[in-house]
């Protein structure tokens, strides 16, 4: 069971983490340079972190084993999405609400690193529909 103070522990940490490595790089880089030092710094938590983790998806009868691809799954409760856009567009929340769904997760977090501040890159989704979750659906910036 995902108590909401487990995962806010662990959101806790991907941020600051994010945090870390954004201030030491700033914008401008690839997403999958991101993805890499961000795993990096997450390692030296020592949480378990999935990288470009499969995720199956059903439609009816037919079952796609690959369908889409997590960023980042950590402790196997926090899905994490990285972007290096603009601006978040309302499509990057929906994906990563479409992912907690299909995936049965409660808490998400999209994190754009082309930014200049990397707290104006962050959002928070909570999925109201996870068995293991209590909270309503919510998506707030950090």
Do not use: W
């Not at 928070?124 to 996870?130: E, P, Q, T």
């Amino acid at each position: 069971m995902n108590k909401p103070h487990q995962l806010n522990a662990i959101s806790e940490k991907i941020i600051g983490c994010a945090m870390s490595v954004h201030s030491v790089l700033g914008p401008g880089l690839l997403e999958s340079a991101y993805e890499i030092f961000l795993v990096h710094e997450l390692a030296k938590t020592g949480v378990k972190i999935g990288r470009q983790v499969a995720l199956p998806t059903r439609y009816g009868d037919i079952k796609l084993d690959a369908g889409y691809r997590l960023d980042l799954l950590v402790e196997d409760k926090v899905v994490v999405e990285l972007k290096t856009v603009e601006r978040f567009e309302p499509l990057h929340t929906a994906q990563l609400l479409s992912y907690l769904k299909l995936g049965n997760y409660a808490l998400g977090l999209l994190l754009n690193f082309n930014v200049v501040h990397m707290r104006s890159g962050i959002k928070r989704i909570v999925n109201s529909l996870s068995s293991a979750s209590s909270a309503s659906s919510a998506v707030e910036s950090i």
